[in-house]
């Protein structure tokens, strides 16, 4: 019983993890109505931006305190992905205003193409580190119930509290605030948005600054634990059955979602890899999701689309 919640533990903190690089793709879909293909690219030109600026920061005005250095380069990142959203706003969706999705759809792509390269080009192509103080160290409890006690790791209970931090705000804003409601609004119809006042433009700007912070704190958490190296925008594809699974439109969705694959790839691993030859963490996730299309493509909590002729 101790190594099975052990696993169910670590799973559940992958699967927030997982949650919050798929709150991304949920919050720009429904301001937007497009899913965004740049997400993971997104994630990477944050991560990057932040390790570069705590490596250049205290070299620039020269002081030594990581805290100091970790504060600046993330406000300096965050202002960063703000520009990003301005511009993705001022070049490409302002021009494809009441397009076809598959138009949208297309124009995320060569975005995250365009953040790619100049990821490259400005922060550089090597691998670097993002050090925000998380302690590594793992933690024994419950020495008391269980032979040997539980081993949990540190780093990743820290993680997931600051992303379920974040994912409760998130839900706070969408369901309360004025400027999510119009957020909702942009989704459902452009022009009936913009037909009682709503500015489109502006609603893009802040949704994709928003999509952007989520990005930077989940570049942050994936860059502290396994480096800034362009692979880690392979972290977003696990994102994508998240966001199936839970549901394109639905906050809770990406979160319930996240936690059951998190979960089921690492009890799958575990308990049904001696059987099948082990890996079963690289396609668990698609599999099901797979199976929720064929049996519910809305997902299990998206929003049931009915055209009526």
Not at 113 to 125: E, H, K, R, T, Y
Request: hydrophobic share 60%; charged share 10%; aromatic share 12%.
């Amino acid at each position: 019983m101790g190594f099975f919640l052990e696993t169910l533990f670590g799973g559940l903190m992958v699967g927030m993890l997982y949650a919050l690089v798929a709150l991304g793709f949920v919050l720009i879909f429904k301001a937007s109505g497009v899913f965004n293909f740049a997400q993971g690219a997104m994630v990477l030109f944050a991560a990057l931006a932040m390790a570069r600026f705590s490596e250049w920061f205290p070299l620039w005005f020269g002081f030594s305190s990581l805290v100091l250095a970790n504060i600046l380069a993330f406000i300096a990142a965050a202002l960063c992905m703000v520009g990003v959203a301005w511009l993705v706003e001022r070049f490409a969706l302002r021009r494809l205003v009441n397009q076809e999705g598959i138009t949208l759809l297309m124009a995320t792509l060569g975005i995250g193409n365009v953040l790619d390269g100049a990821g490259q080009l400005i922060f550089g192509s090597a691998a670097y580190k993002i050090d925000v103080g998380m302690p590594k160290d793992p933690l024994l409890v419950l020495e008391n119930i269980f032979e040997g006690g539980l081993l949990l790791n540190k780093e990743d209970m820290y993680s997931a509290v600051a992303a379920g931090t974040l994912v409760i705000l998130l839900t706070l804003f969408f369901q309360k605030t004025r400027t999510g409601r119009a957020l909702r609004a942009v989704a459902d119809d452009h022009q009936a948005a913009q037909s009682i006042g709503i500015p489109l433009g502006r609603i893009w700007v802040i949704v994709w600054s928003v999509g952007g912070i989520v990005a930077l704190v989940a570049g942050v958490i994936w860059g502290s634990k396994l480096g800034v190296q362009y692979s880690i925008s392979l972290v977003a594809l696990k994102a994508f059955p998240v966001v199936i699974l839970g549901g394109l439109t639905s906050v809770p969705g990406a979160i319930l979602g996240g936690l059951i694959i998190g979960v089921g790839e690492k009890l799958s691993e575990i308990y049904l890899g001696p059987y099948v030859g082990g890996g079963i963490e690289n396609w668990f996730a698609y599999v099901l999701a797979l199976a929720v299309l064929l049996i519910r493509p809305q997902g299990l909590f998206g929003d049931k689309i009915i055209d009526r002729v």
